[in-house]
Structures are given as C-alpha cells and as structure tokens.
C-alpha cells in the first residue's frame, strides 16, 4: 500500500498536516474515536497535551492491532471540546509528545470544535481511516 501526502501550492503552507493524501489498496480501515483513556479506561491526564499524546498513542494502538501505521493512515478527524486557537501549542505539545513513538506523519486532518464528548472531563478525541494493500 502506499499513501502519497502533499500540499499544493495553491493551498495555505502548514506543517500540522497535510492538504492531500492519495492510497493505493484495497482494506480501508476505520479506528473509532480514541480518547485519553488507558487500557483500563483510566483518564491519564486532564490537560489537553496529555490527552491528546495518549489518543493519538490509542489510535496508534488500534493500527497496528491490524497491520496498519500511521503511514497508512489517509484521514484524521479530531473533536475538541470548546476549542479556541489559543489552545494550539497545548494540542500541538500532546503530538509532539508521542510523534516519535507512533511514526505520525501528519495525514489530512479536520479540527471540529464540539460542545462536550460522551463522559464528563474529555477533552479530545481522534478518528482514524487508514488504506492498507
């Protein structure tokens, strides 16, 4: 499988992610949001850094359960609850804080501002569809 991420000229300059991917393969695979939870449904951090280091490590996680890795992946949705921009170096230091560890590559990616999550103290969660041959 391969995946091939770009940014058009045309399209504004950005190191978070990347405006394009195009895949190759035929397994598409769909990781359901991921939380700041641990194995044992533990919160780990009620900051939005250290939830959002540990659901992208959970996205990660889910991955490679199927053979699949960051590099795979063609899309990333991520909900943050009462988002603002002044938030953006917390959010960008929980992903630089796993970066390394899960091979992230920075795919196309949509921030959506939501009003609350499923359980009270959420701050983030993150979706995932990855191509795989």
């Known amino acids: 499988m391969t995946v091939t991420l ?4 045309e399209l504004i300059a950005t190191d ?3 405006h394009v991917a195009v895949a190759t393969g035929t ?8 939380v700041g ?20 490590r959970n996205v990660g996680h889910a991955l ?9 992946v063609v899309r ?5 609850v ?17 970066a390394d560890e899960i091979g992230f590559t920075a795919p196309p990616a949509t921030l959506v501002e939501v009003v609350s999550l499923f359980e009270p ?4 969660e993150v979706e995932a569809t990855a191509v795989l041959s």
């Open 6 to 9: 770009s940014n058009p000229k």
């Open 16 to 18: 978070a992610y990347h």
């Open 27 to 34: 397994r598409h695979v769909h990781v359901a949001g991921q």
């Open 37 to 56: 939870w641990d194995a044992e449904g533990t919160l780990g951090a009620a900051d939005l850094a250290g939830q959002v280091a540990q659901a992208y």
């Open 64 to 72: 490679r359960s199927v053979g699949a890795s960051f590099g795979d």
């Open 76 to 80: 990333l949705t991520v909900y943050v």
């Open 82 to 98: 009462d988002w603002d921009v002044a938030q953006y170096p917390a959010f960008a230091e929980g992903v630089a804080r796993v």
């Open 121 to 124: 103290g959420l701050l983030v």
